[in-house]
């Protein structure tokens, strides 16, 4: 029972867990992170050495030999239960870092900027079609890297907005991009050229998230008008759950497991291009309907608070 609470305690809810991860990422990463806390390895320990299995997985996908090609994809799913541990990890012990959470995001960046490169040198060197066109690979390729960008950063984003109002300030990573900007200010490039850039970064990151829910950023300005305590009532809580949690499921699909799944698809056909219209077509349509969906929720509950149905 001990060891079954202490797992529960590790995951971020169950409300934005998805079932794949449940079923085998966490467990997995689980036993990653008990065997880390008792060899007192640090979360972003994890993280970087996730990179270099990610990074590796990238570069077998060069290779159009499917048994090499398997090699990387368990060296990817490696990499992604280290993801999984890094953070369970850092539920587990407290140790928590805004640079742990940019380090985090910056190892899924790596891994599939090196998946990206590696299938587009190989369509060249393979693909008839795209030896005579070989600009059109990268095109294509650098469109959908952008759009996975994207597709990642507001699963992030809507993931931990649902945590703030099921946990609380300090169980969700929510940031507001002004708050970034005014500590991006606060320091010197002289003595915190490191954490600076990082926040540069970090900041710019969540602006574009801010930029793209204009109706979220509405509600929250309105709860911070309702409730200047910042205690939030928990009928007001209650209905964001039940309205937003129908949704974690669009953010899981726009996550790791279903994009993997479509790319080792792509890779057992032998046309790894095809991952690329995955992106292009069917997770940018999931984004676009749960922009959608989502900002409809905003601009109810800011109204419903509007007319006071929420007292404090």
Not at 126 to 146: K, M, N, Q, R
Not at 200 to 215: D, L, R, V
Not at 237 to 242: A, G, K, L, Y
Request: overall charge positive.
């Amino acid at each position: 029972m001990k060891n079954n609470e202490s797992y529960k305690a590790s995951l971020k809810s169950l409300d934005t867990e998805e079932n794949i991860d449940l079923a085998f990422y966490r467990p997995i990463g689980y036993g990653w992170a008990c065997l880390a806390k008792r060899l007192g390895i640090k979360p972003n320990a994890i993280t970087i050495a996730s990179i270099f299995l990610g990074v590796g997985a990238g570069i077998a996908f060069y290779f159009n030999n499917i048994w090499i090609n398997v090699a990387g994809m368990l060296l990817l799913m490696w990499a992604n239960s280290f993801d999984s541990a890094d953070g369970q990890l850092a539920r587990m012990t407290g140790q928590y870092s805004r640079i742990g959470r940019i380090l985090d995001g910056l190892s899924g960046d790596l891994w599939f900027f090196t998946i990206y490169l590696c299938i587009c040198l190989r369509e060249n060197a393979t693909s008839p079609f795209f030896a005579e066109h070989p600009w059109l690979i990268w095109a294509v390729a650098v469109t959908a890297g952008i759009c996975h960008g994207k597709q990642a950063a507001m699963a992030d984003y809507y993931r931990q907005f649902h945590l703030y109002f099921l946990k609380g300030e300090s169980g969700s990573e929510l940031e507001r991009a002004g708050d970034l900007k005014r500590r991006f200010n606060a320091l010197s490039w002289r003595s915190n050229f490191l954490q600076k850039l990082t926040l540069w970064f970090y900041t710019s990151y969540t602006g574009n998230q801010e930029h793209m829910t204009p109706a979220m950023q509405a509600l929250r300005r309105q709860l911070a008008r309702e409730y200047a305590s910042g205690v939030i009532p928990e009928a007001f809580r209650n209905r964001f759950r039940v309205l937003s949690k129908p949704l974690m499921k669009y953010t899981n699909i726009l996550s790791f497991n279903w994009r993997t799944i479509a790319l080792f698809a792509s890779l057992f056909a032998g046309m790894p291009w095809l991952y690329f219209a995955f992106e292009l077509i069917v997770l940018n349509a999931l984004l676009i309907y749960m922009v959608l969906r989502h900002e409809k929720i905003c601009r109810t509950l800011t109204q419903e608070l509007r007319d006071g149905k929420y007292p404090a």
